[in-house]
């Protein structure tokens, strides 16, 4: 007996070892290293670094901007995202295929290319101001860039996707006869909406906003390139601190505070709401009652209620043809909302593509055809090594995560383990610290290893970043899987490696393949950590985008995100018709 | 008690070309308790979708009370619905989900907690007040829904398959209490179920749907003894139908010829005409199918089954062109054992043969 459960320690310690490895070494040890270095100095501690930092009010009035920015950008998310995913929990099969098409397309595009097609939009001599002067609106090109307005309007952009995606993995798993139960048992629509469905989709909203708001605040790419001197936010004053002044204490004083606000805001969000709703763990099916008590709940009740009586009163108002209408069908005023957002977070990009044959240069309307533009590009040895790479470091990204999270998600959904809710949060917490301060602190590693500039580095970057997510999709192919198989299998006399290799890995293919396409898209759009440990010299795609456009804004970058956006819509139609095959079975 | 009468015209759902009710007309008595039964896909939750006005009829007409209320949404309709899931809502407790329909209804707060209580003493669960959905057992949830549902006396009460999810036990003993509250209060109920001994122990009526339309509308007996349909007759408890051909018809008996015999026997008709030389089915329910008396079929035993209270013997006609035969009695200890393959003769009661159209009924 104790053999075999000694055997079976060593077997778990094998298949979890490697992750927990990977983070302690390129997570942890960096990250730590980095917050070390704003404490000690030449001469052992020091809080010089801090008294630096809160020395003046700038870098302070940063924070608040950031804190504004992300502020604002959560909320347009939230409350713009909530009718798209609404929409899309709520229509037929076919066409909540095509809605979820645009939104993942949106969500899959790099955010360097949305950025740049908003500088192409919002330029002198761009759609919005031509369209506005041919339609006699205005005499001369307004300014619409480098303001709060379009780092508004960018931020939104990137992160709607990421809103409509996680409400609507809530708005999922309501049961949608609560709401037909609501009307038979008297109550009118706005009643039936707000008291019924709208409390049940808050942990939807929560989730959505702490998502929204925590990646918002390590944003630099959208103000940096659709903002003014005005809009610069934290994670800017960080890469400065580390590309311009190689001021690691410094760096490190700045990640410290960052670290420090991302965490207060989830302390805030666990204490309100509770963390575990934010995994999705707990269907609406279970929900417990918040933790809001007492007057506070009375007063949402009130309000909900009234927010009711005001909805019914105002569809009353309407013409009666909507009291006789299909009671499933979405209303006419919804769709048009949600397709005008999805056509507004989907046109910029697609608007490219018009502009990447013109011969006018990037000025609206397209003129001529070329494919001048495209072969600069493919002639160019620093972009098609830069796609090479990026590939390359996609792959072994891909494969990398797979070979490590995927033993792990299996320890974590088949076997009772001491403290699983501890090991998983360890597991996903690269994606709660801001992506910023893992890659400042991985470049001071990697550059004392001589790592930097190897596609090993960032082969092990992008996996530090990608592997949550693999974990993640694999506990939940595994979740649904039947073990049942695996037993019956061995009842037939499979050996353990041959339930795996006949029975079990078949049958995971699909969903194998879709968290290897997740990581490999991961690494493939990865910015931050590239910034830093391409050491300037082999760039990865992201990486050469950024130093492009970051100098000039040229055709040639809008060939490239033509390039780009038509590779990631093909992916994602890879991936959905994989999860398709596997949903079929 | 409030309870009120239903009619149903020419009601009528389409979803393109798939008709999931034909124009159907059914009226229900005030204070009834009927039930529609089917198969799935037969029709009986897209009518009682309509009745509830949670989806919309393509044609027709639905009256309450002589009320049309066919365009009328599900909370102007006065009527309840008791959900296959329960559908309580998760994140309101006990006492908020029955109060819920009075809220609604903008009943007085001290009134609503009266009738609440009043409601959970019904259903005899007055101590989970407090508690929340996911913390009952699933038979707990259904008497709650059903508290939630009787709170408001509706003018009438539909069940989709409301004990679907319960086991055999609980459901015999859910089956009971809601019995007892249709008395009590003498709601007028329409009870959608797919299990047919749960539909003859407890309505009044039983409309038996089939492909969109009713096969047979009548009372539990009518329906067992006198079955319009081979549908009916195979839905509805076990039977052996048998080919014969009619030779005479005299008032309610008939003189018939089983499959390739050449003797004639008698059988009693369903209600439907029958002419002479018309090809029919003669239903014979296991039970009245006697082993060993009157003798107007032979067959070789195959298996023999005990399943508690009842032996059933499994017998193959030596008469060519009829099915395999089960007879059933009760079981007996200390007779003589069966012997497989042993040679059985068998009758029946001439009452007890009931003669029924080939296909479809009229």
């Not at chain 1, 020395?55 to 940063?62: E, F, G, N, P, R």
Request: hydrophobic share 50%.
């Amino acid at each position: 007996m104790r053999a075999i459960s000694r055997r079976l320690a060593w077997t778990r310690a094998a298949m979890g070892a490697p992750l927990v490895l990977l983070l302690v070494l390129f997570l942890v040890y960096p990250v730590g290293q980095l917050l070390l270095l704003s404490i000690y100095g030449d001469n052992g501690f020091t809080l010089a670094q801090y008294r630096q930092l809160f020395a003046s009010s700038v870098y302070l009035d940063v924070l608040l901007i950031t804190l504004k920015i992300s502020l604002v950008t959560t909320l347009v998310c939230v409350v713009t995202g909530y009718p798209i995913a609404y929409l899309i929990s709520v229509v037929g099969k076919e066409r909540k295929a095509t809605l979820l098409f645009w939104v993942l397309l949106s969500f899959w595009t790099s955010f360097l290319v949305r950025a740049f097609a908003w500088i192409v939009l919002l330029g002198r001599n761009g759609v919005i101001n031509k369209t506005l002067i041919s339609l006699g609106i205005i005499s001369s090109p307004a300014n619409l860039l480098y303001n709060f307005g379009s780092v508004l309007v960018g931020m939104v952009n990137a992160l709607l996707p990421l809103a409509v995606l996680t409400m609507l993995s809530v708005m999922e798993n309501i049961d949608r006869t609560l709401p037909r139960a609501a009307a038979t048992l008297g109550a009118r629509p706005g009643m039936a909406f707000w008291k019924i469905y709208f409390p049940l989709s808050l942990p939807g909203v929560a989730a959505a906003g702490i998502m929204v708001f925590v990646t918002a605040i390590g944003f630099f790419i959208v103000p940096a390139l659709l903002g003014g001197r005005r809009e610069t936010m934290i994670t800017q004053l960080i890469i400065d601190q580390v590309q311009q002044t190689m001021n690691w204490g410094f760096a490190g004083a700045i990640s410290v505070l960052l670290l420090v606000v991302v965490l207060i805001v989830f302390a805030a969000y666990d204490r309100l709401l509770g963390l575990s709703s934010m995994t999705g763990a707990s269907a609406p099916r279970n929900a417990k009652p918040s933790r809001l008590s007492g007057p506070v709940a009375r007063a949402g009740d009130a309000l909900l209620t009234l927010l009711g009586a005001i909805s019914d009163r105002i569809i009353l108002l309407l013409p009666s043809r909507r009291r006789d209408r299909n009671p499933d069908q979405a209303g006419l005023g919804l769709q048009a909302f949600v397709w005008t957002m999805l056509l507004v977070i989907s046109a910029p990009t697609i608007l490219m593509i018009p502009l990447s044959f013109g011969t006018g240069g990037l000025n609206w309307p397209p003129q001529g055809f070329t494919l001048h533009w495209y072969e600069t590009v493919l002639n160019s040895p620093v972009w098609t090594q830069a796609m090479l790479r990026s590939l390359l470091v996609g792959i072994g990204t891909g494969l990398l995560a797979m070979l490590i999270g995927t033993p792990a998600a299996f320890l974590l959904v088949r076997s009772e383990i001491r403290g699983k809710a501890a090991w998983l949060a360890f597991i996903l917490s690269p994606i709660v610290v801001p992506r910023m301060i893992i890659a400042v602190g991985l470049f001071y590693v990697f550059a004392q290893m001589g790592l930097v500039g190897s596609a090993l580095g960032l082969v092990l970057g992008h996996t530090v970043v990608a592997v949550p997510y693999v974990v993640m999709t694999m506990m939940a192919v595994l979740r649904n899987y039947d073990t049942r198989l695996d037993h019956a299998a061995q009842s037939l006399g499979a050996r353990p490696f041959a339930t795996l290799r006949f029975v079990t890995f078949p049958i995971l293919a699909a969903g194998m393949m879709s968290s290897f396409l997740f990581a490999f898209a991961t690494s493939f759009d990865e910015l931050t950590i590239a910034l830093f440990a391409t050491g300037g010299l082999n760039a990865t795609l992201p990486k050469q985008f950024w130093d492009e456009v970051t100098l000039q804004v040229s055709p040639t970058i809008a060939a490239v995100s033509t390039c780009l956006f038509v590779f990631m819509g093909l992916l994602i139609f890879v991936a959905e018709r994989l999860r398709r095959r596997a949903a079929a079975r | 008690m409030v309870s009120s009468s239903l009619r149903i015209r020419e009601l009528c759902k389409r979803y393109g070309d798939f008709v999931a009710l034909a124009p159907t007309s059914l009226d229900v008595a005030k204070g009834e308790f009927l039930t529609l039964l089917g198969p799935s896909g037969s029709g009986k939750t897209t009518l009682l979708s309509l009745i509830a006005g949670l989806a919309h009829p393509d044609e027709g007409r639905i009256l309450i009370d002589d009320c049309d209320v066919t365009h009328s949404p599900a909370y102007d309709r006065d009527i309840g619905v008791v959900f296959q899931n329960y559908a309580l809502f998760p994140h309101m407790t006990i006492e908020d989900n029955i109060a819920f329909p009075l809220r609604m209804r903008k009943v007085s707060d001290a009134d609503a907690r009266r009738r609440t209580a009043a409601a959970l003493e019904t259903v005899r669960l007055p101590h989970v007040a407090k508690r929340y959905p996911h913390e009952l057992s699933g038979g707990q949830q259904q008497r709650i829904a059903l508290a939630r549902c009787i709170v408001y006396r509706p003018a009438i009460i539909l069940m989709d398959e409301p004990l679907g999810a319960l086991d055999k036990k609980l459901r015999d003993q859910m089956q009971l209490e809601i019995k007892r509250i249709h008395r009590e209060l003498g709601t007028t109920i329409v009870y959608v179920t797919h299990d047919q001994e749960e539909a003859m122990t407890m309505s009044d009526r039983i409309c038996l749907m089939n492909a969109g339309a009713i096969e047979q509308l009548g009372t539990p007996r009518d329906l067992y003894f006198r079955p319009r349909s081979v549908f009916v007759a195979d839905f509805l408890g076990e039977s052996n139908l048998l080919s014969a051909t009619v030779r005479g018809v005299d008032g309610e008996g008939l003189d018939i010829v089983l499959a390739e015999q050449l003797a004639a026997s008698r059988a009693v008709g369903n209600g439907s005409r029958f002419a002479a030389g018309e090809p029919i089915k003669v239903m014979v329910r296991p039970q009245n199918l006697m082993v060993g008396e009157g003798g107007q079929l032979s067959g070789r035993l195959t298996d023999v089954m005990i399943s508690g209270s009842l032996t059933r013997l499994y017998i193959a006609p030596e008469t060519a062109g009829l099915p395999q035969l089960v007879a059933a009695h009760p079981t007996r200890s200390g007779s003589a054992p069966y012997e497989i393959g042993q040679r059985l003769s068998l009758g029946w009661h001439a009452a007890d043969a009931v003669a029924i159209h080939d296909g479809k009924g009229i």
